[in-house]
C-alpha cells in the first residue's frame, strides 16, 4: 500500500500562496479583522511558519496590496482603438469588477487604517492612481499636460474612487449606471473647464469629433439637451 506524501512548497511558491490567501479573505472581510490565524488555517500551515515568510500580517497585507495594485492598475490599459468614451467605458467596467471582487479590502485601503497607511502602502496607493493618470493621458494623446487638463484628471480619478467606495456602502444605484454616470464625469468636467481656457476647448473638440451618435459622451449631451428643454 503506497501513502500519499504532500508536495513541499519552495520558498517563494509558499509566499506566492500566502498572498493568495491573504487576498482572497481581505476580499471578504477588512483586513482589520483578519488574523494570522486564519491566514495559516486557510493556508494549510501552522501559525509559526507564516512568520517564517512575513515578520508580520503589515508585511503580507503591503505583499497582498502589492499583487492587488497591479491588477487594479492593469485595469487601466485599453488599446487606443475607437471611440474615447467607449474606450473609458470598457476601463469603468473593469475597475468595477476589481471593486466588487476586492469590496472590504478596496474599502479599507482607500479609508485607511491600522493595517494600511505605511509608506510602503501609500506608495502603492499612488502609484495606482498616477498609472490611471497617465493611461488617460496616453488615451488623449497628450504626454504632458497643461494645468487645467491635470486637474480634470486627478479630480475624475478621485471621483471614481469616491464613487466606488459610496457605491460598496449598500450598493443603492445600479452599479452599470454608475460606470456610465463616470463616464459622463469626465466628459463634463473637461467642458467645464474648457469653458475657462482656450487649450481646453480645443482638447474638447477632439474629443468629440469621432465620437458616435450612439456613444455615451452623446448620451450625455442628449440628457442636458432634454433638461434644458
Sequence with gaps: MTTGVRRRMGVEERRQQLIGVA??????????EVSIDEIASAAGISRPLV??????????????????????????????????????????RRFFDFVDEHGPGFAALMRGGPAVGSSATNALIDSVRQVAYEQILAH????????RLELVIRSWISLAESTALIWL??????RGELEVQLVHDFAALTAVSAAYDEEMTALVKRMVQDEPTDGPF????ARLIALAG
Excluded: N, W
Design 169 to 174: 456602502d449598500g450598493r443603492r444605484i445600479p
Design 218 to 221: 452623446a448620451d450625455l449631451a
Design 23 to 32: 487576498l482572497e479573505l481581505f476580499s471578504r472581510r477588512s483586513p482589520d
Design 51 to 92: 512568520y517564517h515568510y512575513f515578520p508580520g500580517k503589515l508585511s503580507l497585507y503591503e505583499a497582498a496590496l502589492k499583487r492587488a495594485s497591479e491588477d487594479l492598475a492593469g485595469r487601466f490599459s485599453e488599446p487606443h482603438e475607437g471611440p474615447l468614451g467607449a474606450r473609458l467605458l470598457r476601463v469603468m
Design 140 to 147: 488623449l494623446d497628450i504626454t504632458e499636460a497643461p494645468a
